[in-house]
């Protein structure tokens, strides 16, 4: 397949010609490109997954540092069989495909409240680690559907986000977080001082304390939320997350925390409670009605709808790298987009290329936003950054092919 071959072609080809409606389930096979360049060759572990096509073009994707990798390594041999001497097109090579071929009927569980792979009741339940080995599984078939994007990407030689969507955004508007927990007061004032100076006008802090710690504790995050609003005026989108807090179930707790943030307008509360807390969700959005972000442990597509059917997810945070991969993470926008004002902003985790280029290719009217993790994120992302015409931070996107 030469580098001609055009974006047209390929979404016409793989049944994505309207890829900004109906899930990718509906989309026609991509069997129509029959080129050897383009048909899959080899799938090999090495700094995460690669997989190789005619010619050498090889796709790779290191996926995230707390995937099970071990769970790529067990499952491999069925990797290998579902994909090799299948042509990098066919969109039948999903996410969905992998997962839901080596685990049958197991991921829709995650829509009854349960554990996709152990059966096991999560719904309303606090957790006591924060990725789960459930989490870790899908993260290890991320990665092996991020490579097939980045190999898609490089067969044609566009980047990524050109093929992924219609949007073809090149560039993406940021929200800065800082990547350390806050050292007191003065210290967030500077800090956030300092990034908004430098056109960061959207910015996430982290709250500190939990119910453990009784209203003592919650005075303190609120004294944040209120020094904050106090040093850079009305206008800054301010969002916070209950980042150190988030396994508790504690509902009574973060009905009080929302309410008495809700004076200082908040852009959004993130993690309000314990993330498969739909019950809690919906107790806190409808007693503060604060606007609520939520999503990045949510695995798979089949969470999401429970929490948007009860109206008490503003912002869904479903991160590419976590949730089954880039085309897992297309399914959740589809469904998302039957929700009018709900909106998609992922969690951003290393490698942080893969959030960029899945927002960049959709629409600014569903994903708004990419998060920015300032010291986390720095290297891989910094050169980047620019100021737009409108005056706050920008990513602009990278050309080279595939995820880079």
């Known amino acids: 397949m030469s580098n001609s071959f055009s974006r047209r072609q390929f979404l016409a080809s793989a049944g994505l010609a309207a890829l900004g409606a109906g899930s990718l389930a509906d989309r026609s096979r991509a069997g129509e490109i029959r080129e050897p360049s383009s048909v899959i060759r080899q799938v090999r572990l090495a700094d995460g997954v690669v997989i190789e096509a005619g010619g050498g073009v090889c796709g790779s994707f290191a996926g995230s540092s707390a995937q099970d990798r071990q769970a790529l390594e067990r499952h491999l041999p069925a990797i290998r069989k579902l994909l090799v001497g299948r042509n990098a097109f066919d969109m039948t090579l999903e996410g969905e495909t992998l997962w839901e071929a080596i685990f049958p009927a197991r991921a829709r569980l995650s829509a009854q409240g349960r554990d996709p792979l152990t059966g096991e009741k999560i719904a309303n339940n606090p957790r006591g680690d924060r990725q789960t080995a459930t989490g870790r599984v899908f993260m290890a078939f991320s990665t092996v559907d991020i490579a097939l994007w980045d190999i898609r990407g490089k067969l044609v030689g566009k980047p990524a986000y050109?093929?992924?969507?219609q949007a073809d955004r090149k560039q993406v508007p940021v929200y800065w977080r800082p990547g350390e927990p806050n050292k007191g007061l003065d210290d967030a004032r500077r800090r956030a001082r300092e990034a908004y100076d430098q056109a960061f006008?959207?910015?996430?802090?982290?709250?500190?304390r939990s119910a453990a710690d009784g209203?003592?504790?919650?005075?303190?995050?609120?004294?944040?939320?209120?020094?904050?609003?106090?040093?850079?005026g009305p206008d800054a989108k301010l969002m916070f997350d209950n980042h150190s807090i988030r396994y508790h179930g504690d509902v009574d707790y973060s009905v009080r925390l929302c309410k008495a943030v809700a004076p200082y307008k908040p852009f959004w509360i993130e993690?309000?409670?314990?993330?498969?807390?739909?019950?809690?969700?919906?107790?806190?959005?409808?007693?503060?009605?604060?606007?609520?972000?939520?999503?990045?442990?949510?695995?798979?597509?089949?969470?999401?709808?429970?929490f948007l059917d009860r109206r008490c997810v503003d912002y869904v945070?479903?991160?590419?790298?976590?949730?089954?991969?880039?085309?897992?993470?297309?399914?959740?926008?589809?469904?998302?987009?039957?929700?009018?004002?709900?909106?998609?902003v992922p969690h951003i985790t290393s490698p942080w290329i893969a959030a960029p280029h899945s927002v960049?290719?959709?629409?600014?009217?569903?994903?708004?936003?990419?998060?920015?993790n300032v010291e986390g994120g720095r290297k891989a992302l910094e050169n980047n950054m620019i100021r737009s015409a409108g005056g706050s931070m920008v990513m602009e996107m990278p050309a080279?092919?595939?995820i880079a």
Request: hydrophobic share 35%; charged share 25%.
């Open 400 to 402: 080279a092919p595939g």
């Open 317 to 344: 945070q479903s991160d590419p790298v976590w949730c089954g991969g880039i085309s897992e993470w297309l399914r959740i926008c589809r469904i998302v987009e039957g929700y009018p004002g709900v909106k998609v």
């Open 215 to 232: 209203d003592a504790g919650m005075k303190q995050d609120v004294e944040l939320v209120r020094v904050l609003r106090e040093e850079l």
């Open 360 to 372: 960049a290719s959709q629409a600014e009217s569903l994903c708004p936003l990419l998060e920015y």
């Open 201 to 208: 006008h959207y910015q996430k802090w982290y709250f500190t």
């Open 271 to 306: 993690e309000p409670i314990c993330p498969e807390h739909l019950d809690g969700y919906a107790r806190i959005k409808g007693e503060t009605g604060v606007t609520i972000a939520s999503g990045e442990h949510w695995y798979t597509r089949w969470p999401v709808k429970g």
């Open 162 to 165: 050109k093929i992924i969507g």
